[in-house]
């Protein structure tokens, strides 16, 4: 069974997560820096639509990026699936995937 990118295991470099991380911050900031008040309210929508749709979203890593929070403990997850993707979501926001969840 192939393995999914949400999946933290033992072996995985923190280094290599914390590179994942860098570069979805660098994409979210680019996004805000471009329209300041349109992409902070999708970016806060989109935060509240997966904390409603996932109790346990305090367990994904890309979610604390998006609110901008730090995590209490290691995130046993890091991205969520499919349209709830965090990384989908700003490639949407960013015009780069057109097919993505569009709150």
């Keep these: ?31 805000i820096r471009e329209n300041p008040v349109g992409a902070s309210e999708r970016i806060n929508e989109f935060g509240r639509y997966l904390q409603s749709e996932y109790p346990d979203c305090l367990d994904y890593r890309a979610y604390h990026l998006l609110i901008g929070s730090t995590p209490q403990k290691k995130c046993s997850k890091f991205d969520f699936f499919g349209e709830d993707s965090v990384e989908n979501f700003l490639n949407s926001l960013a015009g780069k995937n057109p097919g993505a969840r569009d709150d």
Aim: no cysteine; net charge negative; proline share 0%.
């Design 1 to 31: 069974m192939e393995k999914s990118k949400n999946e933290f295991e033992g072996n995985t470099e923190d280094s290599d997560i914390e590179t994942a991380v860098a570069g979805l911050r660098d994409k979210m900031l680019a996004i």
